[in-house]
């Protein structure tokens, strides 16, 4: 059961391009929606989160856009560059001490 | 401030052989998670520690998989026998502070191949 869903699988922009990932998920319940970012041989780190609480959230060039409506949330990355070409996992969870579910990643690669 | 260490970086073993993966936490933080990571996947949690305690072990293949964390600090997680399934990322990550599961530390795994 995969409870958290996204799209593409893999992007390409050119350098300076905005790319966005979305992902989608079932579990009305979820309140923590964060987004991990893994450069090859790595593992995961913490991007940037949001709550739904709120729409937006921006922290430097990335921002979450989050409609609960829709139960989706969606990744941009602002003026992109090269150094951004990763591995980008979305992922949802319960506040507290319920583990993440994570969606199946997307691979961007940014083009100069 | 040191990070997730694992060990080894990498292992390839035959089928039906069996195989351990050491993690170490960042010092204090008392949630320790083992997730398998296969190619093309997003991570997947296999077993959840809090301090010593087993808190979610619900996706563990108990038949074949084990997991130990004594003292609640270091852990180990085993494979026996391997399939040829059980090629992955075998990756760790430990929490700390008052919301547990916010914010995940992950070590850069360990790559196990099963031939």
């Known amino acids: 059961q995969q409870q958290v869903k996204q799209s593409p699988q893999s992007l390409i922009v050119q350098k300076g391009g905005i790319p966005i990932i979305n992902c989608a998920y079932e579990?009305?319940?979820?309140?923590?929606f964060p987004w991990y970012q893994q450069f090859p041989g790595k593992g995961p780190a913490l991007l940037i989160a949001?709550?739904?609480?709120?729409s937006e959230k921006k922290e430097g060039r990335f921002t979450i856009s989050f409609n609960k409506s829709a139960k989706q949330f969606s990744l941009h990355i602002m003026d992109s560059q090269p150094g951004d070409s990763a591995t980008y996992f979305c992922?949802?969870?319960?506040?507290?001490?319920?583990?993440?579910?994570f969606g199946k990643g997307t691979r961007l690669s940014v083009i100069a | 401030e040191a990070g997730v260490a694992q060990s080894p970086r990498y292992k390839i073993i035959e089928k039906r052989q069996s195989v351990a993966f050491w993690c170490n936490p960042i010092?204090?933080?008392?949630?320790l998670y083992w997730y398998q990571q296969i190619l093309g996947q997003g991570p997947k949690l296999l077993i959840q520690?809090?301090?010593?305690?087993?808190?979610?072990d619900s996706q563990l293949p108990k038949d074949r998989f084990s997991a130990e964390r004594l003292k609640g600090v270091d852990s180990t997680l085993k494979i026996q026998p391997a399939k040829l399934e059980d090629s992955a990322v075998y990756l760790c990550?430990?929490?700390?502070?008052?919301?547990?599961?916010?914010?995940?530390?992950f070590g850069s795994g360990t790559q196990l191949s099963v031939l």
């Open positions: 990550a430990s929490s700390g502070g008052t919301a547990l599961n916010e914010k995940l530390f």
């Open positions: 579990n009305t319940a979820f309140d923590y």
């Open positions: 992922a949802a969870t319960l506040s507290g001490n319920t583990p993440l579910v």
């Open positions: 949001i709550r739904p609480d709120v």
């Open positions: 010092s204090g933080h008392a949630t």
């Open positions: 520690f809090q301090n010593n305690g087993v808190v979610d």
